[in-house]
Nanobody, 113 residues
Framework: QLQACGGGLVQAGGSLRLSCAAS????????MGWYRRAPGKQRELVAH???????NYADSVKGRFTISRDNAKNTLYLQMDSLTPEGTAVYYC?????????WGQGTQVTVSS
């Protein structure tokens, strides 16, 4: 249902853009978001986007990450700028709504110092 891609290795201060393509029965999805799990840490919400356009960000990424949606393409994006080594994690996209909760397979982001 959700296919994430765009991860990779980047130096600190660099940028990456993650994409998450949704397919199948997605009409019930109201909210889409990005989560991440860093080594040895619990999964955390990075940002999410409501169908009406409202977005929210974790404090640690505010001003550096931008979440956006292309509804025509059923694709969610996460533009990550000014990356720091603390951004090293597996990033997951998620789409949820009424009786639906879908997760992408995760994409690895590694930020070198």
């Amino acid at each position: 249902q959700l296919q994430a891609c765009g991860g990779g290795l980047v130096q600190a201060g660099g940028s990456l853009r993650l994409s998450c393509a949704a397919s199948g029965s997605i009409s019930s999805i109201n909210v889409m978001g990005w989560y991440r799990r860093a080594p040895g840490k619990q999964r955390e919400l990075v940002a999410h986007s409501l169908s009406g356009g409202t977005t929210n960000y974790a404090d640690s990424v505010k001003g550096r990450f931008t979440i956006s949606r292309d509804n025509a393409k059923n694709t969610l994006y996460l533009q990550m700028d000014s990356l720091t080594p603390e951004g090293t994690a597996v990033y997951y996209c998620r789409g949820w709504g009424y009786r639906s909760d879908y997760w992408g397979q995760g994409t690895q982001v590694t930020v070198s110092s």
